[in-house]
């Protein structure tokens, strides 16, 4: 396989397939780049490192995992231990593959003070890696090395390379060194394709947890092969903490604090296993506090996607918006390539009110994925200008996904309300293929470690619509939902919210009410200013609809400003809070208020 055709082998529901499909490569990253690097040279002015896929040279086309393994972890390795440099994540850098460029060019791109090319050659036990730094303003080559190794002996290139790497740049490794690289050959070939596989999740495919099991086994199997390695066992516990979030099992979040445990003996003081760590705390402990540690390892120079992940979550949960929303700003710094990091930086910015630039960050997505993210960005625009045209278009060029399920129907339910085409909105949910939703799109505040089930959907619509009979039927399925499925932690709020739905689709307003109360009570805003906004909002539609007004408008009321809330027109314009309360007069003056305030927003 050669270095141009390597990505082919992408699974085609993946994001990269996805960019690569839509022609992402003819781009200039001008936008964020520029933003970004002038910030940076600014405060630090560090040497930022751009560092080429490598080619591989392998005669076995089976081998050019390795290549991309080894490449993913130098810079991982440069990433974290080498706090004097700003290095380039991998996912940016791929894109050069498909589409190579000069070193120039690529250097003014990415706004790269250099650059690093290399090749790999691995022949049965024999790997050979050559490597150039390049001076990214005048092209001039400035070092180049020839690694021969082993197999074996090149379980530490990466560690080598970097120290060599450094020296040329005149900063230095930190003194920590990872103890956790396998001895074992075939276990840190498991680790790499591990590695590979993360950065293929999509958490909006329909193939997702089969995905994700296959990345399970690939780092089970470098634990089997290798019961000391640590990184495996760190990445294990991560990706099992995360997946719990998506499926409630409880036998995979035991399997996440096994692993945890272990690394803990193999690796004390690992920046990704520290914020780990506090993830698992938070999914297991409600109102856990993010402690020192894992704020100081956020803020260190580790850029694994891993920890950027799940460090979004514990800052906001903690209700640290605007240090989550720094590190989104770092993370988008170091791979502008990526737009799913940029989907979340878009998110973050939305969730502190700064609209326009989000607006901005949905732009440069869509300008590279074909309007891949114009639903997002339409979605946006309808929370604050109360304008339903955009989103309407955007779904209307992709309503065929939403036969197949895709997460486009969580959109589609948004527009089809706002319209008030309630019998259209049945209609859709009658014909989804699907019982349930894994994970809602563009909402990372709404992570409940339990499916979403559609039921939900069609009780709302029903109200709506004013078909009584259609409201027992979705309260039915609700109550079949919740005895079929398992509680958590992480869910229980959920699940109180639901039953409250499913009590107010019968009629039963007392007991909505209650369930209501249950739901906050079981994750207030102090254990979880993540949630909140998820938990405020399901709750104030229950409350008004089953006559406790004054406590839905006040919950609206704190929804309407601060900091990850709902936009005004998420308030004013939806019928789940017009239709019950539209002749409150504390709701009245709350509409009155929130639409001057988008007269006067000007954004497009």
Same mark, same amino acid.
Do not use: C
């Given at each position: 396989?050669?270095?141009?055709d390597?990505?082919? $082998?992408?699974?085609?529901?993946?994001?990269?397939?996805?960019?690569?499909?839509?022609?992402?490569? #003819?781009?200039?990253?001008?936008?964020?780049?520029?933003?970004?690097?002038?910030?940076?040279? /600014? &405060?630090?002015?560090?040497?930022?490192?751009?560092?080429?896929?490598?080619?591989?040279?392998?005669?076995?086309?089976?081998?050019?995992?390795?290549?991309?393994?080894?490449?993913?972890?130098?810079?991982?390795?440069?990433? $974290?231990?080498?706090?004097g440099?700003?290095?380039?994540? /991998?996912?940016?850098?791929?894109?050069?593959?498909?589409?190579?460029?000069?070193?120039?060019?690529v250097?003014?791109?990415?706004?790269?003070?250099?650059?690093?090319?290399?090749?790999?050659?691995r022949?049965?036990?024999?790997v050979?890696? $050559?490597l150039q730094?390049i001076?990214?303003?005048?092209?001039?080559?400035?070092?180049?090395?020839?690694?021969?190794?082993?197999?074996?002996?090149?379980?530490?290139? #990466?560690?080598? !390379? %970097? #120290?060599?790497?450094?020296s040329q740049?005149?900063?230095?490794?930190?003194?920590?060194?990872?103890?956790a690289?396998?001895?074992?050959?075939?276990?840190?070939?498991?680790? *790499?394709?591990? /590695?590979?596989?993360?950065?293929?999740?999509?958490?909006?495919?329909p193939?997702?947890?089969?995905?994700?099991?296959?990345?399970?086994?690939?780092?089970?199997?470098?634990v089997?092969h290798?019961?000391?390695?640590g990184?495996?066992? &760190?990445?294990?516990?991560n990706?099992?903490?995360?997946?719990?979030?998506?499926?409630?099992?409880?036998?995979?979040?035991?399997? %996440?604090k096994? #692993?945890?445990? %272990?690394?803990?003996?193999?690796?004390?003081?690992?920046?990704?296993?520290?914020?780990?760590?506090?993830?698992?705390?938070? !999914?297991?402990?409600?109102?856990?506090?993010?402690?020192?540690a894992?704020?100081?390892?956020?803020?260190?120079? $580790?850029?694994d996607?891993?920890?950027?992940?799940?460090?979004?979550? &514990?800052?906001?949960?903690?209700? /640290?918006?605007?240090?989550?929303?720094?590190?989104?700003? @770092?993370?988008?710094?170091?791979?502008?390539g990526n !737009?799913?990091?940029?989907?979340?930086?878009?998110?973050?910015?939305?969730?502190a009110?700064?609209?326009?630039?989000?607006?901005?960050?949905?732009?440069f997505?869509?300008?590279?994925a074909?309007?891949?993210?114009?639903?997002?960005?339409a979605?946006?625009?309808?929370?604050?200008?109360?304008?339903?045209e955009?989103?309407?278009?955007?779904?209307?060029?992709?309503?065929?996904?939403?036969?197949?399920?895709?997460?486009?129907?969580?959109?589609?339910?948004d527009?089809?309300?706002?319209?008030?085409?309630?019998?259209?909105?049945?209609?859709?949910?009658?014909?989804?293929?699907i019982?349930?939703? !894994?994970?809602?799109?563009?909402?990372?505040?709404?992570?409940?470690?339990?499916?979403?089930?559609?039921?939900?959907?069609?009780?709302?619509?029903?109200?709506?619509?004013?078909d009584?009979?259609?409201?027992?039927?979705?309260?039915?399925?609700?109550?079949?939902?919740?005895?079929?499925? @398992?509680?958590?932690?992480?869910?229980?709020?959920?699940?109180?919210? *639901?039953?409250?739905?499913?009590?107010?689709?019968?009629?039963?307003?007392?007991?909505?009410?209650?369930?209501?109360?249950?739901?906050?009570?079981?994750?207030?805003?102090?254990?979880?200013?993540?949630?909140?906004?998820e938990?405020?909002?399901?709750?104030?539609? &229950?409350?008004?609809? %089953?006559g406790?007004?004054?406590?839905?408008?006040? *919950?609206?009321?704190?929804?309407?400003?601060?900091?990850?809330?709902?936009?005004?027109?998420?308030?004013?314009r939806?019928?789940?809070?017009?239709?019950?309360?539209?002749?409150?007069?504390?709701?009245?003056?709350?509409?009155? @208020?929130?639409?001057?305030?988008?007269?006067?927003?000007?954004?497009?």
């Amino acid at each position: 396989m050669t270095a141009g055709d390597a990505s082919d $082998t992408s699974p085609p529901a993946t994001v990269w397939a996805r960019i690569k499909a839509h022609k992402v490569l #003819q781009w200039s990253l001008a936008y964020l780049v520029a933003a970004a690097s002038s910030k940076a040279s /600014r &405060v630090n002015r560090k040497p930022r490192l751009a560092i080429l896929p490598f080619d591989n040279l392998s005669p076995d086309p089976a081998n050019a995992f390795f290549a991309d393994g080894l490449h993913e972890d130098v810079i991982s390795t440069l990433a $974290t231990r080498a706090p004097g440099l700003e290095v380039i994540s /991998r996912t940016t850098m791929m894109l050069y593959r498909a589409a190579p460029k000069s070193i120039a060019v690529v250097a003014k791109e990415l706004g790269a003070t250099h650059v690093i090319e290399g090749s790999v050659r691995r022949e049965g036990h024999h790997v050979r890696l $050559t490597l150039q730094l390049i001076d990214g303003a005048t092209d001039n080559h400035l070092w180049a090395q020839t690694y021969d190794r082993t197999l074996e002996d090149a379980l530490s290139l #990466q560690t080598d !390379v %970097a #120290q060599q790497v450094v020296s040329q740049l005149a900063t230095e490794l930190s003194v920590r060194a990872p103890r956790a690289l396998s001895g074992d050959p075939e276990a840190y070939d498991l680790y *790499l394709k591990a /590695r590979l596989a993360r950065q293929e999740l999509n958490p909006y495919s329909p193939t997702l947890l089969a995905d994700a099991q296959h990345m399970t086994d690939l780092l089970e199997g470098a634990v089997k092969h290798d019961p000391n390695f640590g990184l495996a066992r &760190v990445d294990l516990g991560n990706h099992l903490a995360q997946l719990y979030v998506l499926t409630g099992d409880a036998e995979t979040l035991r399997r %996440a604090k096994e #692993q945890l445990d %272990a690394a803990e003996e193999l690796v004390p003081g690992n920046p990704v296993l520290i914020v780990t760590r506090a993830y698992y705390d938070y !999914v297991t402990r409600p109102g856990a506090q993010l402690g020192p540690a894992a704020a100081d390892a956020l803020r260190g120079p $580790t850029q694994d996607t891993v920890n950027l992940q799940v460090g979004q979550v &514990v800052l906001d949960v903690a209700g /640290r918006f605007s240090e989550s929303l720094e590190l989104a700003e @770092r993370w988008s710094r170091l791979d502008p390539g990526n !737009v799913m990091v940029l989907d979340i930086h878009a998110w973050e910015l939305s969730s502190a009110r700064r609209i326009q630039e989000a607006l901005h960050v949905f732009d440069f997505m869509n300008s590279r994925a074909a309007e891949g993210f114009a639903t997002g960005r339409a979605r946006l625009l309808l929370a604050y200008t109360g304008r339903i045209e955009p989103l309407r278009a955007a779904l209307d060029r992709q309503m065929p996904s939403l036969r197949e399920g895709y997460p486009l129907l969580w959109f589609e339910w948004d527009a089809l309300r706002f319209e008030h085409r309630y019998a259209d909105l049945e209609r859709v949910l009658d014909q989804a293929k699907i019982r349930e939703l !894994v994970f809602p799109p563009d909402n990372f505040a709404f992570a409940v470690a339990s499916p979403i089930p559609l039921a939900e959907f069609r009780g709302w619509a029903a109200l709506l619509a004013r078909d009584a009979a259609a409201a027992h039927r979705a309260s039915s399925e609700l109550r079949d939902f919740l005895t079929r499925t @398992r509680p958590s932690s992480l869910s229980s709020w959920y699940r109180a919210s *639901l039953s409250a739905e499913a009590h107010l689709l019968v009629g039963n307003s007392s007991a909505a009410i209650t369930g209501a109360h249950e739901s906050m009570t079981v994750r207030p805003r102090s254990y979880d200013a993540l949630q909140w906004r998820e938990v405020a909002m399901r709750s104030a539609r &229950v409350l008004a609809w %089953a006559g406790a007004k004054d406590e839905a408008v006040e *919950l609206l009321e704190g929804l309407s400003t601060g900091e990850n809330g709902l936009g005004p027109a998420e308030i004013t314009r939806d019928p789940l809070y017009t239709v019950p309360l539209a002749e409150h007069p504390r709701f009245q003056q709350l509409v009155a @208020r929130l639409e001057a305030q988008m007269r006067e927003t000007k954004l497009q």
